[in-house]
């Protein structure tokens, strides 16, 4: 009787041991995973999607239009496959559309889409297309097995019979197709065994194996692990821990370093040798994992799979107003506080408007800003009271800035940068397109919580105790680079998280750009979010609405090896209004929220940049042009409004933040911070502004700085009334908890309002009517309702259905709340 105790794998090193009824017994040295491949991502993704190696290594793959992600035995597999019928357009051959002339020498056609048949693959070569995902160079790493001691395992289900041999993985020291050497493991001819070519050491090994883990017929996966001893030159194979005949000895040696170097997983070199099974964890160790007889692994993710907690979520009080309910109902309003932003709880009104209410200019809190600082700022506050700022700096790392008192602030020493101006990184990564929440469902060593794009690989979940030191989970959350800052929110209502990401697949009338934003959710924020593909019919029918790059589909937009932006997969969440906004106008960001101190209040600051390229009139297009000095165009920060975080009420104008000037310097870029901070009766937020145009060729800058404004507290919308006539405003009915009803309201000096019940049939209320009611005069954030004869209790209402009736002039009404 053997049981393994398998390697704990925070750690890069680690002893295994076996224990028998012998004793214990020492069976591996000193290990180091080299690259482990969970293909955890979720099934149906694009090809050119990075498949993330979970070691430390963090050796990215990206898979090909001849493989595919499919259930695997833990979580996904990597399956190879015949690829997908696409009609490819044509079009820049950096994205691998236009076909590429054979250099000189060589006889291998360049990768395109139309030849790139690959699996799963990492290269440093095809130069010609557009890499940004950090490729390694193979030959250069550890994954170019040779004379040392190594261990290649993976779990492996057979889904066909084939007549051709199969490819476990190839490394050629490239150019691909063209290699002095390879070394390649694959599954013969048969499937009753496998063969390990390495070129370099003179080695065609046969490797004989149990052809029942092999051949189709059934739906068992199998544990299949190849260990190699480099003193005794000697490979041993285990089927599901069971070592099978050895083979012959021979020596393995590595390649030659190789500029344009190779690894494929699934497919050789050439895209053919197709594996006919399903690949899941694949794992390659340096080092003897196993001598002997074993237990196979339960899994070999650095998380366990087996115990995935149950999702418990954090729940808040139903939507007020949830979506598409149109029917006439009694409002369950209880003791929520109600913000008037729009008119959701509004049956009838006369001379009442609702107005987006701009924040007042502050200071100027970070100036003389030099060196990299990225515009795309995340403003939280911790349980301490302190403010932290979180950007992208040096090579778009994200560092923090920190402030007690929300206009001076520090640079905290994190020592974590051998450049001395930027000591304060918390992520060393390229992460500068991201934002920052608390999640309230985590545990406390989680609880920090950053997304964010990452090396153009996908979109991250970064996690950490304190905001102050993050881990990034290894597989992307989604499948997809964000062209600009993503964000993202706890919803309670919804019970659900919700992120905002760019897109740019939707077009301008002139054929520009225009930015758009897609919302994407989940209830599970540590697994990968819920996808399904879109096919070119379903981009062809949504063309038929909508302006789009003629480019079908748009995973395409990268080329075989970048991953593509976000499409049409998910919703809409923010898009110019061809009805309301200027030709040529579009969203940098929405900076998405949910207001923190009311329930069924979303809020939105989408950045709008208005072109000066391409759309519009020529009188309108000269300002872009250099001799003006101006740049691209402006931006500015506007404000939208929700009441379930699907369906927005835009505010155009006023600007919330517009340009000009502020402070002595004439603005024209104000991109305000995700997150807002509440200090007593003031909400503060903070934008980066910039006296340059967007592209800018202006020149002689006085500086980019970061400014502080302050809003009223719920005050960002309110319902006014006319000074010179009388408004009324009247609810649908509702039933309130409380005896107390609360108003935060500005009438100034010589506006007032009062405030009526009614029953359902529309009749005031004896004792609480609106002539019953005493002016309520002046500026309260905080002012109880009070009639004559009556004072300010409501006890014998509560519970009852009643409508609200408020009467106004001259006055600003912000929100109210029923209490106790």
Request: charged fraction near 25%.
């Amino acid at each position: 009787m053997t049981t393994s105790i398998l390697p704990f794998r925070k750690n890069r090193w680690f002893l295994l041991f076996s224990i028998s009824l012998l004793g214990v017994q020492l069976v591996s040295a000193k290990t180091e995973v080299i690259a482990l491949w969970l293909f955890d991502e979720q099934k149906g993704i694009y090809p050119s999607c990075v498949l993330s190696d979970s070691s430390q290594t963090d050796f990215p793959l990206v898979l090909g239009p001849g493989g595919q992600i499919v259930s695997g035995k833990f979580g996904n597999a990597l399956e190879s496959i015949d690829g997908p019928k696409v009609n490819y357009p044509e079009g820049n051959a950096h994205f691998g559309l236009t076909p590429v002339t054979v250099p000189e020498g060589h006889t291998v056609e360049p990768m395109t889409w139309k030849n790139a048949n690959f699996s799963a693959l990492a290269t440093s070569g095809e130069n010609h297309l557009r890499k940004e995902v950090g490729f390694l160079n193979a030959s250069k790493s550890r994954l170019n097995l040779g004379d040392f001691d190594w261990t290649v395992e993976f779990w492996y289900l057979p889904s066909r019979k084939s007549n051709e041999e199969g490819a476990v993985f190839e490394i050629g020291q490239g150019p691909r197709g063209e290699n002095e050497h390879v070394t390649r493991l694959v599954l013969n001819k048969n499937q009753t065994g496998f063969i390990l070519l390495n070129e370099p050491g003179g080695l065609m090994l046969k490797i004989p194996s149990d052809k029942s883990a092999l051949l189709p017929g059934t739906d068992n996966w199998r544990h299949l692990a190849f260990v190699y001893d480099s003193e005794e030159n000697q490979i041993r194979h285990f089927v599901d821990g069971v070592e099978q005949f050895l083979p012959s000895k021979g020596t393995i040696l590595p390649l030659g370093i190789g500029e344009e170097s190779y690894f494929s997983i699934g497919r050789d070199g050439l895209w053919e040798r197709a594996i006919p099974g399903r690949i899941d964890e694949l794992r390659i160790s340096a080092g003897r994992v196993y001598q002997g007889n074993f237990t196979p692994p339960s899994s070999l993710s650095p998380t366990d799979k087996k115990k995935k907690p149950e999702i418990s979520l954090l729940a808040g009080p139903p939507l007020l107003f949830p979506e598409n309910d149109s029917i006439q109902k009694i409002l369950p309003i209880g003791g929520r506080k109600h913000l008037f932003i729009d008119d959701a709880i509004v049956e009838e009104m006369e001379n009442i408007h609702f107005q987006l209410n701009p924040p007042r200019l502050a200071e100027r809190v970070i100036d003389n800003i030099k060196g990299s600082f990225r515009k795309h700022l995340t403003v939280i506050e911790d349980d301490e009271g302190l403010i932290r700022i979180y950007n992208g700096v040096k090579d778009d790392q994200l560092g923090v800035r920190t402030s007690k008192d929300g206009i001076h602030w520090q640079v905290p020493d994190m020592s974590r940068s051998e450049d001395t101006d930027y000591l304060n990184i918390v992520i060393p990564e390229s992460v500068a397109v991201g934002s920052l929440f608390l999640d309230p469902n985590a545990s406390s060593e989680s609880r920090w919580k950053y997304f964010s794009g990452y090396h153009d690989r996908g979109i991250f979940m970064y996690s950490s105790a304190d905001g102050w030191s993050f881990r990034r989970n290894k597989t992307a959350a989604l499948p997809f680079r964000s062209g600009s800052q993503s964000f993202i929110y706890y919803d309670d209502q919804r019970q659900r998280y919700v992120a905002f990401h760019r897109t740019d697949y939707p077009r301008t009338i002139a054929g520009a750009t225009q930015r758009e934003f897609v919302r994407t959710e989940t209830i599970d924020i540590n697994a990968p979010w819920p996808f399904k593909p879109a096919t070119q019919s379903h981009f062809e029918e949504v063309a038929k609405n909508k302006r789009m790059h003629k480019l079908n589909p748009w995973y395409l937009d990268n080329g075989p090896l970048t991953p593509g932006g976000f499409g049409f997969e998910y919703p809409t969440g923010f898009a110019p209004d061809d009805s309301v906004d200027p030709v040529g106008t579009d969203f940098y960001s929405p900076k998405a929220v949910k207001y923190a101190w009311a329930p069924d209040t979303y809020l939105a600051f989408p950045v709008v940049y208005f072109h000066y390229e391409r759309d519009g009139p020529a009188t309108r297009q000269i300002l872009g042009e250099e001799d003006r000095g101006r740049g691209s165009g402006p931006i500015e920060t506007q404000l939208a409004v929700s009441r379930d975080g699907l369906n927005w009420k835009r505010f155009p104008r006023p600007a919330y933040i517009g340009v000009g000037n502020h402070l002595g310097r004439d603005i024209h870029q104000a991109y305000i911070a995700n997150g807002l901070i509440r200090r007593g009766n003031e909400i503060w937020q903070y934008y980066y502004g910039e006296d340059i145009y967007h592209s800018t060729f202006q020149k002689g800058s006085k500086g980019s700085a970061v400014y502080r404004v302050v809003q009223r507290f719920d005050g960002f919308v309110s319902a006014d009334s006319p000074y010179d006539k009388v408004a009324n405003l009247r609810t649908k009915p509702l039933i309130f908890r409380g005896n107390r009803l609360v108003l935060n309201i500005d009438t100034e000096a010589t506006g007032y309002a009062q405030v009526g019940l009614l029953d359902m049939e529309g009749n005031s209320i004896s004792g609480y009517s609106v002539d019953d009611c005493i002016y309520i005069n002046g500026d309260f954030m905080e002012t109880e309702v009070e009639w004559m004869g009556r004072g300010t209790d409501l006890s014998e209402l509560q519970g009852k259905p009643v409508r609200i009736e408020f009467l106004m002039r001259g006055s600003k009404l912000y929100s109210m709340q029923f209490r106790d």
